[in-house]
């Protein structure tokens, strides 16, 4: 098992930066490649980022390219994604979600920050 908690959210005005951090516990992060989400009112919750276990892969959702990168620190079982020139389109609840494998499904997921993006 491995708990993940997400910190970071808050309320920002429209192109301002937030790092969103999620720390894991229970397990060694370097085991787990992670996932960041989101979740807009009444929306589906959809893929930001992710990035591989050794942290030397990564990859974006089309919505975010150019503005998130996502990183990690395993000495610290940290994974931050920072966000920078935000829209008020990227307010939801962002979630961090951890992987044994590279592919399929997220076994861990967080509780979830609130970003508010206003314009």
């Known amino acids: 098992q491995v708990q993940l908690v997400e910190s970071g959210g808050g309320l920002v005005q429209a192109g301002g930066s937030l790092r969103l951090s999620c720390v894991a516990s229970?397990?060694?992060?370097?085991?787990?490649?992670m996932g960041w989400f989101r979740q807009a009112p009444g929306k589906e919750r959809e893929f930001v980022a992710r990035?591989?276990?050794?942290?030397?892969?990564?990859a974006y959702a089309d919505s975010v390219k150019g503005r998130f990168t996502g990183s990690r620190d395993n000495t610290k079982n940290t994974v931050y994604l920072q966000m920078n020139s935000l829209k008020p389109e990227d307010t939801a609840v962002y979630y961090c979600?951890?992987?044994?494998?590279?592919?399929?499904?997220?076994?861990?997921w967080g509780q979830g920050t609130q970003v508010t993006v206003f314009s």
């Open positions: 229970g397990r060694t992060l370097s085991m787990y490649n």
């Open positions: 990035i591989s276990a050794s942290g030397d892969s990564t």
């Open positions: 979600a951890a992987r044994r494998n590279s592919i399929g499904t997220y076994n861990y």
